[in-house]
Protein backbone atom coordinates (compact mmCIF):
# COMPACT_ATOMS: atom_id res chain seq x y z
CA UNK A 1 0.00 0.00 0.00
CA UNK A 2 1.45 3.22 -1.09
CA UNK A 3 0.33 6.46 1.38
CA UNK A 4 0.73 10.07 -0.56
CA UNK A 5 0.57 13.29 1.22
CA UNK A 6 0.03 16.15 -0.56
CA UNK A 7 0.90 20.02 0.45
CA UNK A 8 1.51 23.67 -0.71
CA UNK A 9 -2.33 24.60 -2.00
CA UNK A 10 -3.65 28.05 -0.87
CA UNK A 11 -4.67 31.10 -1.79
CA UNK A 12 -2.59 33.16 -4.44
CA UNK A 13 -3.52 36.38 -6.87
CA UNK A 14 -3.78 35.95 -10.72
CA UNK A 15 -0.39 36.05 -12.11
CA UNK A 16 1.02 34.56 -9.12
CA UNK A 17 2.46 31.60 -8.40
CA UNK A 18 2.51 28.13 -6.20
CA UNK A 19 4.57 24.98 -5.40
CA UNK A 20 2.90 21.56 -4.63
CA UNK A 21 4.17 18.87 -3.09
CA UNK A 22 3.27 14.86 -2.73
CA UNK A 23 5.38 12.48 -0.57
CA UNK A 24 4.91 9.04 -1.65
CA UNK A 25 5.23 6.53 1.35
CA UNK A 26 4.93 2.93 2.35
CA UNK A 27 5.30 -0.14 0.20
CA UNK A 28 7.18 1.28 -2.74
CA UNK A 29 8.69 -0.97 -5.11
CA UNK A 30 8.82 0.74 -8.58
CA UNK A 31 7.17 3.98 -9.31
CA UNK A 32 5.73 3.96 -13.42
CA UNK A 33 4.97 7.46 -13.45
CA UNK A 34 3.64 10.49 -11.33
CA UNK A 35 1.09 13.04 -11.86
CA UNK A 36 -1.01 16.00 -10.83
CA UNK A 37 -4.73 16.50 -11.64
CA UNK A 38 -7.36 18.86 -10.66
CA UNK A 39 -10.75 18.76 -10.62
CA UNK A 40 -13.07 21.94 -10.21
CA UNK A 41 -16.64 22.45 -9.18
CA UNK A 42 -19.18 21.15 -11.48
CA UNK A 43 -16.29 19.55 -14.06
CA UNK A 44 -14.54 16.21 -14.72
CA UNK A 45 -10.60 15.62 -13.49
CA UNK A 46 -7.94 16.69 -15.54
CA UNK A 47 -3.88 15.93 -15.88
CA UNK A 48 -2.23 18.82 -15.58
CA UNK A 49 1.27 17.25 -15.61
CA UNK A 50 2.77 13.71 -15.47
CA UNK A 51 6.29 12.96 -14.92
CA UNK A 52 7.21 9.05 -16.26
CA UNK A 53 9.99 7.00 -14.83
CA UNK A 54 11.64 6.64 -18.33
CA UNK A 55 10.40 9.36 -20.23
CA UNK A 56 10.11 12.70 -20.64
CA UNK A 57 7.08 14.76 -18.67
CA UNK A 58 3.68 15.99 -20.47
CA UNK A 59 1.79 18.44 -19.91
CA UNK A 60 -1.49 19.57 -21.42
CA UNK A 61 -1.88 22.96 -23.46
CA UNK A 62 -3.88 24.86 -21.00
CA UNK A 63 -0.52 24.66 -18.90
CA UNK A 64 2.61 24.10 -21.10
CA UNK A 65 5.10 26.98 -20.09
CA UNK A 66 3.14 28.05 -17.03
CA UNK A 67 3.40 24.60 -15.06
CA UNK A 68 6.91 21.83 -14.41
CA UNK A 69 6.53 18.73 -12.33
CA UNK A 70 9.32 17.49 -11.15
CA UNK A 71 10.02 14.34 -8.94
CA UNK A 72 12.91 13.92 -6.30
CA UNK A 73 12.98 10.36 -5.23
CA UNK A 74 9.54 9.18 -3.82
CA UNK A 75 8.21 13.01 -3.86
CA UNK A 76 6.45 14.85 -7.06
CA UNK A 77 6.50 18.74 -6.98
CA UNK A 78 4.09 20.91 -9.44
CA UNK A 79 5.44 24.11 -9.76
CA UNK A 80 2.49 26.81 -11.01
CA UNK A 81 3.62 29.94 -12.30
CA UNK A 82 1.18 32.95 -14.12
CA UNK A 83 -1.65 31.33 -12.17
CA UNK A 84 -5.08 32.22 -14.09
CA UNK A 85 -8.53 32.24 -11.99
CA UNK A 86 -9.13 28.98 -14.37
CA UNK A 87 -6.55 27.01 -12.44
CA UNK A 88 -8.28 27.10 -9.24
CA UNK A 89 -9.20 23.57 -8.72
CA UNK A 90 -8.76 21.23 -6.23
CA UNK A 91 -5.71 19.26 -6.75
CA UNK A 92 -4.57 15.37 -6.96
CA UNK A 93 -1.51 13.85 -6.90
CA UNK A 94 -1.34 10.11 -8.52
CA UNK A 95 1.27 8.08 -8.24
CA UNK A 96 1.26 4.69 -10.61
CA UNK A 97 3.38 1.95 -8.65
CA UNK A 98 3.56 -1.46 -10.24
CA UNK A 99 0.59 -0.84 -11.93
CA UNK A 100 -1.84 0.40 -9.28
CA UNK A 101 -2.64 4.03 -9.14
CA UNK A 102 -3.15 6.15 -5.86
CA UNK A 103 -4.57 8.74 -5.04
CA UNK A 104 -3.37 11.81 -2.80
CA UNK A 105 -6.22 13.42 -0.92
CA UNK A 106 -6.22 16.93 -2.64
CA UNK A 107 -5.16 20.12 -1.83
CA UNK A 108 -7.06 23.51 -2.64
CA UNK A 109 -5.90 26.13 -4.69
CA UNK A 110 -7.57 29.61 -5.19
CA UNK A 111 -6.76 32.06 -7.44
CA UNK A 112 -8.72 35.43 -6.82
CA UNK A 113 -7.46 38.76 -6.15
Known amino acids: QVQLVESGGGLVQPGGSLMLSCAAS????????MSWYRQAPGKQRELVALIPSTSIPHYPDSVKSRFTISRDKNTVYLQMNSLKPEDAAVYYCNVLEAEKGYWGQGTQVTVSS
Open 26 to 33: GRICNIDA
